[in-house]
Structures are given as structure tokens and as C-alpha cells.
């Protein structure tokens, strides 16, 4: 923690190099929350729009990688896919006719009913179409049975493809490489043609429109500061005098640091910080690793 202590006098000595008369609550350093952006597909980069210092918005395609072979695939997996479902049967087609042969079946019993009623026909007549119906009945049934088993077969069979087309069509997707966050490129780290892997990092990215400004306070100073408070922040101007913004305190540590950590003395104790962040709107004025310096009131 001996870095906490340096840190903070180089901060201060720093600040106020230009102007003995100017004191301040605290000093630090101003930092942002960068992101790592890395690939997701394995290949040669055909296109990248992308340089340092260049602004981005979410959801912006800045460049894809070589895709050809995974479309490839995805076509070979589609043809296979159409195979496979072309095996499955037409279940209405093929019991057509069984229902045609059963139609005319019932409008037959209707006819004969109406003759045995008319004493025109005998008994045995309507129970021979009867035992015909039935008997066509259990055969649409058995019919339709094993129509549905092998529908369900070739279901089964094609759906490991249709995964697969799934998995390609996820792939093929992450060959595009789409900003997912707001900022401006801090670095680059691939160019066009290099050949990347998944993991690999593509560039760095910060949102720098709002700038934190990370910087330590005694323990005496702490009942002085709480979150959202509005306090005022200062920087070099480069002209022998300071530039004044305000910002707002966003996060104040629960745990105190030590420096050192390993000096347990009582003198040594007042040495005791708590890390502070405070928010500030960036107009460009601000960069990382600067120095700025803030008071509570």
C-alpha cells in the first residue's frame, strides 16, 4: 500500500506546482470504466472500420471475419436436412383413400338400413357393411399408427441437423464484430487480414463522456462526504492557475486502506484512507491518468 502514500504526495505536489496559495481535500488521478472487446470467430479479418480515438455507438458493425467455410457448412447441413425431411410421409395424403372407402361404406349402410326398414332387405346385408366399416376403421387406425411413427422418426433424425444449422447461424453471426458499448476507441490491437481466434482482443474501448475521478481522504475528512454530494474539482489549466468543475460523489469504500499496511504504529495509523470516486461530465477536457484534485465545500 506504500503506492497509496506516493501516489497521493506526487498527486498533490503535482497539482500544486503552479500555486503555493491553493490547498486542496484530496488529489488523485482520473480514470474510466475501459472494456476489452474481443473476437468470437476464428479467421482471417476481411474488414475492420476501426481506429484509435474514433467515437463508437452500441450496436455498431465495425467489421466482420472470413465466414466462408461456416456458410459452407451451413449449406451442406441445410441440403441434408431437406433429405431427411423429404422421407417424411403425408399422412393425410396416404389415409385418403381409407377415408374415401369409409365414406362410401357409411352412405352403403344408410341405403341398406333404409331397405331393411322397407322390408327390402335383410339383416345379414346391413351386418356384413357394419363388420365392413369396422374392420376399414381398424385399418385407418393401424394405418395412421404407423404413419405417425415414421413422421416422428424422421423428426427425431433432422433434429440434431437443425442444431447444427443453429450452431452455424450463431457462428456465422459472431463473425460480424458489433460494438457492444458507447465510447471512444483507446486502443488497437488487430488490423485488417490478421487472423484471429475467439478471446483474442480486438480493441479497447471507454466511455469518456463521463469521466471518475478516483482519489483517497483521511479518516477525519470522512464525516464530510457522502454519496451524491456535489463537490468541486480542480485541474491544471497549464497557465499557472486551475480549471474548476464540479462533479458528484458516486462510490466511497466501506473498508480504509492502510499505508502502509504492514506499519501498525499509532502515528502510522492517521495514515489510515478510504477511496473515493467522484463523477464528472467530460467535455474532452479530461483524460485518463490525469490529475485533478477536489474540495468538499
Not at 30 to 38: G, K, P, Q
Not at 212 to 238: E, H, M
Request: proline share 2%.
Amino acid at each position: 500500500m506504500n503506492r497509496i502514500l506516493i501516489f497521493i504526495s506526487s498527486a498533490a505536489v503535482l497539482i500544486s506546482s503552479c500555486r503555493k496559495d491553493k490547498t486542496f481535500d484530496a488529489s488523485g488521478v482520473f480514470e474510466a470504466e475501459e472494456t476489452i472487446i474481443s473476437s468470437e470467430a476464428s479467421g482471417k479479418i476481411l474488414s475492420l472500420q476501426l481506429d484509435e480515438g474514433m467515437k463508437l455507438k452500441a450496436g455498431n458493425v465495425i467489421g466482420f471475419v472470413d465466414s466462408t467455410q461456416l456458410y459452407l457448412k451451413k449449406l451442406q447441413l441445410e441440403a441434408q436436412l431437406k433429405a431427411v425431411l423429404g422421407r417424411r410421409p403425408d399422412i393425410n395424403t396416404q389415409l385418403a383413400a381409407f377415408k374415401e372407402q369409409l365414406a362410401t361404406l357409411e352412405t352403403e349402410k344408410i341405403r341398406v338400413q333404409n331397405l331393411v326398414n322397407a322390408k327390402a332387405a335383410t339383416t345379414k346385408q346391413l351386418d356384413d357393411i357394419n363388420a365392413q366399416i369396422e374392420v376399414l376403421k381398424k385399418q385407418i387406425d393401424a394405418q395412421s399408427s404407423s404413419l405417425h411413427l415414421s413422421s416422428e422418426s424422421v423428426t427425431n433424425e433432422s433434429r440434431p441437423v437443425e442444431l447444427q444449422i443453429r450452431q452455424l447461424e450463431d457462428q456465422l453471426a459472431k463473425c460480424r464484430i458489433i460494438n457492444p458499448v458507447n465510447g471512444s476507441v483507446l486502443t488497437q490491437y488487430v488490423r485488417e487480414q490478421e487472423v484471429v481466434f475467439p478471446g483474442k482482443p480486438l480493441y479497447k474501448i471507454a466511455d469518456l463522456s463521463n469521466i471518475t475521478l478516483r482519489t483517497f481522504i483521511s479518516a477525519d475528512q470522512l464525516p464530510n462526504i457522502k454519496l451524491n454530494q456535489k463537490v468541486k474539482v480542480f485541474t491544471d489549466d497549464g497557465k499557472g492557475g486551475y480549471h474548476e468543475d464540479s462533479g458528484i460523489v458516486t462510490w466511497i469504500a466501506d473498508q480504509a486502506e492502510f499505508t502502509p499496511k504492514t506499519v501498525q504504529t499509532k502515528d502510522e495509523r492517521a495514515n489510515m484512507v478510504y477511496a473515493v470516486k467522484i463523477q464528472v461530465k467530460n467535455d474532452g477536457t479530461y483524460k485518463i491518468g490525469m490529475y485533478g484534485a477536489i474540495n468538499l465545500k
